[in-house]
Nanobody, 123 residues
Framework: QVQLAESGGGLVQAGGSLRLSCAAS????????MGWFRQAPGKEREFVAT????????YYAESVKGRFTISRDNAKNTVYLQMNSLKTEDTAVYYC????????????????WGQGTQVTVSS
């Protein structure tokens, strides 16, 4: 079992930055492909970014490409999402996901999920 806990969300003005963290416990995540998703009010959960087990490969949704950066520190069992140039449409609850299966933008059915952290971007 892997437990995931997101943190770092908050209220920020448009154009600002936030860094989200996803701390894992229960098992090392070094063999898990990790990712971030988000869900805005009234909308379905959508993919944001994924990162390979080594951190050498990343994949982003078009809407965040060039503004967000996913990274990981396997020694700290933590994944990060650096969010720059934030827009009001980035407002959502952000979730961390982990799976030992290979995946790009659709989390497998066996994925572990965190509880989410709220990000609110004001104009």
């Amino acid at each position: 079992q892997v437990q995931l806990a997101e943190s770092g969300g908050g209220l920020v003005q448009a154009g600002g930055s936030l860094r989200l963290s996803c701390a894992a416990s229960g098992r090392t995540i070094s063999t898990y492909r990790m990712g971030w998703f988000r869900q805005a009010p009234g909308k379905e959960r959508e993919f944001v970014a994924t990162i390979s087990t080594s951190g050498g490969s990343t994949y982003y949704a078009e809407s965040v490409k060039g503004r967000f950066t996913i990274s990981r520190d396997n020694a700290k069992n933590t994944v990060y999402l650096q969010m720059n140039s934030l827009k009001t449409e980035d407002t959502a609850v952000y979730y961390c996901a982990a799976s030992s299966y290979y995946w790009i933008d659709k989390a497998p059915s066996n994925a572990y999920w965190g509880q989410g952290t709220q990000v609110t971007v004001s104009s």
